[in-house]
């Protein structure tokens, strides 16, 4: 009670300092300042138009398609009469909607865990120092820098049923008896298109918990090892609750670009066999771009940016924990 | 002493070099075939023992072009990216403007933004300005991978540069714009040559707005020269893997020789 009196108090006093001034001067530094403000401003400018028009336009572009029926005819005719909820009325009733959530959820929660787990591991080896482990941890990195599409392509012809080379090492041992179907059986293909995605995304996941390692004290693994924490429990009580920050980040993260996954679906099964690795991403191409019904493809869209928007918020509340932490 | 712990690692290193053989198995796969031939499907062997260049002569003759596309729109969305982000990271890193914060956190959620969403609206707004099948459009829509990424990790660098710096060059009488380029650019390098790499790796493995922006041959980069090979059924996997093999060599050469740079961008573009 008493601080918030004294602080009205000073502000009141201040308020009446600034009365009796010399209104010439004041004019001449107010344009001084504006012209400041401007040439500050002058610098972002640049910035904010290609924002507004490279993210702002789409997304409200995007939101408004979906009311409309968008198609090839609105490219020559400039014609796109609104329809309200008929597009997403059109999506939600579509057989293929419950199969797409489906298939996104399975994607993409297959995709984090397979990530996670061997990017923690792989992590949790290199942070033991031994000859040429700065080499090959950076070596590790390269999956990520290659072109998805390359990457992808790649492992198209490894998952190749008849002669791709994973089919042929679990036949020579043993392990299979008939070629797996990898990319051609309704029944298995979304669990190849995982592992392509899993790959892709081990870099990621093991260098960003590497760091998070890193950031951990050697005393408090010394601290640790007195109270006879080692090992197993060292990880338990020590390791992971000071990685859980980095963790939240990497697990958000990942999700928010596993949603949006593309070219890895397309270039390996173009979201085929019968629809098996269709996902919100791949439907929403496929809608606007093949089908041309650019409505619709903006309906799923729109379901995907609310999604991804949900992570997005979720990603900031966690990231500004860890920078807390 | 230093031998002995030396050896004492040495299953450690083993035991690393088996998990990355394992990782980077899919690379040497993807060099092996391109190396064997330009026949059939036929299962190729575990090393090119009898090494031909047929499949690289079939890439080259099929897609030269495609190569010189991506290197020009690659080229052009580091030249844009850094225009538009260096003196916005500039900005936001000396600056105190009101929305400033609104923007740098449109930033943060523009990342997030599908790539399907922003495709799915350029089309019709190329298609009305005429830059579909272009390499301005697709330089212009390639730099949404890199601006916002681009600010942020030039941001965080900049905020570490003493403000006294620029301050004395303003002193002397240089306005905002010549102390910017004459004492803020040359003391960021290092960030910015990080920025206009991952800007580089970005547009040159884009793949969405190649597909969605082009629709016909006379531009296309690439990754769409890749992808036709895919749609169709594959015959022979040498060419493919021979033309892969060359859209791999800027990630090589980066990793290579630049790797202080991939190293800092790697880390510094998701946490910060």
């Known amino acids: ?21 010399d209104h010439h001067g004041d004019r001449a530094r107010r344009r001084a300042r504006a012209r400041e403000k401007a040439a500050q401003w002058l610098f972002l400018a640049p910035a904010i138009v290609y924002v507004l028009v490279f ?26 009469p609104w329809v309200g909820f008929a597009n997403y009325a059109e999506v939600f009733r579509s057989s293929i909607f419950g199969t797409t959530v489906v298939n996104t959820v399975l994607f993409t929660v297959g995709s984090i865990v397979g990530q996670f787990v061997l990017g923690l591991l792989l992590a949790l080896y290199f942070r033991r120092r031994f000859p040429l482990s700065n080499v090959m941890r950076s070596l590790l990195l390269l999956p990520w820098l290659l072109p998805v599409i390359a990457g992808t392509s790649v492992w198209k012809w490894m998952l190749d049923q008849d002669s791709g080379v994973l089919n042929q090492v679990l036949r020579g041992l043993h392990l299979v008896s008939d070629p797996v179907p990898w990319l051609t059986s309704p029944d298995v293909a979304l669990l190849g298109v995982v592992i392509v995605n899993v790959w892709l995304g081990i870099p990621f996941n093991s260098a960003l918990l590497y760091s998070g390692l890193q950031d951990i004290p050697d005393e408090l693994y010394e601290a ?14 020590i390791t992971w609750p000071n990685l859980r920050g980095v963790v939240n980040v990497v697990l958000v993260l990942g999700v928010i670009y596993t949603l949006k996954v593309l070219d890895i679906i397309l270039g390996l099964t173009g979201g085929g066999p019968a629809n098996a690795t269709q996902t919100l991403a791949t439907d929403s191409y496929r809608r606007s771009f093949t089908e041309f019904s650019f409505g619709t493809g903006a309906a799923v869209s729109n379901v995907l940016i609310v999604v991804s928007l949900v992570f997005a918020v979720v990603y900031l509340r966690v990231n500004r924990r860890a920078v807390d932490e | 002493m230093q031998r002995t712990s030396t050896l004492r690692q040495l299953p450690y290193t083993l035991l690393g070099l088996v998990f990355l053989a394992l990782m980077l198995f899919p690379v040497y796969w993807m060099v092996n075939t391109s190396f064997q031939g330009g026949g059939t499907a036929a299962s190729s062997s575990f090393f090119p023992t009898d090494p031909t260049f047929d499949g690289y002569r079939r890439a080259l003759s099929q897609q030269t072009g495609n190569l010189l596309t991506s290197l020009v729109v690659a080229i052009g969305t580091v030249v844009v990216s850094l225009a538009i982000a260096t003196p916005a990271a500039y900005a936001l890193s000396r600056f105190r403007l009101r929305g400033m914060g609104v923007f740098s956190f449109g930033l943060l959620i523009a990342q997030m933004i599908p790539g399907i969403v922003i495709a799915n609206s350029l089309y019709s707004l190329f298609n009305d300005v005429g830059l579909l099948n272009s390499v301005p459009g697709l330089v212009l829509a390639d730099a949404t991978h890199a601006v916002p990424f681009a600010i942020l990790i030039m941001t965080a660098f900049m905020r570490s540069i003493p403000p006294s710096l620029a301050e004395a060059a303003r002193v002397d009488g240089a306005g905002h714009f010549r102390a910017f380029w004459s004492i803020i650019v040359p003391v960021s390098r290092n960030a910015i040559v990080t920025a206009g790499l991952f800007s580089f790796l970005f547009a040159w493995s884009d793949f969405i707005f190649a597909l969605t922006l082009t629709t016909s041959d006379t531009v296309k980069p690439i990754t769409l020269g890749i992808y036709d090979y895919l749609e169709g059924n594959v015959q022979s996997w040498g060419p493919v893997m021979a033309t892969t093999v060359m859209s791999s060599v800027p990630a090589i050469i980066l990793l290579v020789f630049a790797q202080r740079f991939i190293a800092a961008g790697a880390l510094g573009g998701a946490v910060k």
Request: charged share 20%; no cysteine; hydrophobic share 35%.
């Open chain 1, 1 to 21: 009670m008493t601080t918030t009196a004294t602080l009205e108090g000073r502000d009141v006093a201040a308020r009446g300092d600034g009365l009796g001034g």
């Open chain 1, 55 to 80: 993210f702002g336009y789409p997304v409200v572009k995007n939101l408004t398609m979906g009311f409309q029926e968008y198609t090839t005819r609105t490219f020559y005719t400039g014609e796109a």
């Open chain 1, 224 to 237: 640790g090892a007195l109270d006879g924490a080692t090992g197993w429990k060292a990880f338990w009580h």
